[in-house]
């Protein structure tokens, strides 16, 4: 047993009505006409030698990176976030905003781009969202962000690579 199931029992048996429930914001829809993100079936050591020991443990061990320590956090340019794991597009930098809490964080990630599930980790039920094809742990999304949706989806940098625009996108790996 870890640490991270301890918690999650205990976040599991605490969580009171009485708690603020967190967003419980699903995925947008995929767009019409464009063809669903089929996920992929690696265990998560398939992984480990795809990136850096450092976002492995983020993507497949849920860690958190620390807070402005990401260089993806003051990205500008235009272009677009792809999953640092399989390379799946997650997000256009024209929905970054900077949130000041030192994470890449995004109005919305591009349609059918993500999962969710529920995370008691902090004892507080929070949205947990990954990618929708190597289950890669992106961040959590929260609604206190910018109208008109009023979402935040907090990101993990370690867990993004940065393509700008103009610059072919990665082929999908995995």
């Avoid at 976040?11 to 967003?23: D, I, N, Q, R, V």
């Avoid at 795809?50 to 497949?60: D, G, H, P, R």
């Avoid at 993990?156 to 103009?166: D, E, H, K, Q, S």
Wanted: hydrophobic share 35%; net charge neutral.
């Amino acid at each position: 047993m870890n640490r991270r199931s301890v918690l999650q029992g205990l976040g599991a048996a605490l969580a009171l009505p009485w708690l603020p429930a967190c967003s419980q914001t699903p995925a947008p829809p995929a767009k019409a006409g464009s063809a669903p993100v089929v996920a992929l079936d690696h265990p998560d050591a398939f992984w480990r030698d795809k990136v850096s020991e450092a976002a492995f443990e983020v993507l497949f061990e849920e860690n958190t990176e620390p807070a402005f320590s990401s260089p993806l956090d003051d990205e500008k340019r235009d272009g677009s976030f792809v999953c640092a794991a399989c390379y799946l597009p997650l997000f256009d930098s024209k929905h970054k905003f900077d949130s000041g809490t030192g994470w890449p964080s995004f109005t919305r990630p591009i349609a059918g781009a993500m999962g969710t599930k529920r995370d008691l980790v902090l004892l507080i039920p929070r949205t947990e969202y990954h990618c929708a094809r190597c289950g890669g742990h992106q961040g959590h999304v929260f609604n206190d962000g910018p109208p008109p949706r009023g979402e935040r989806w907090c990101n993990n940098g370690l867990a993004l690579r940065f393509v700008p625009r103009g610059q072919s996108l990665p082929a999908l790996r995995g």
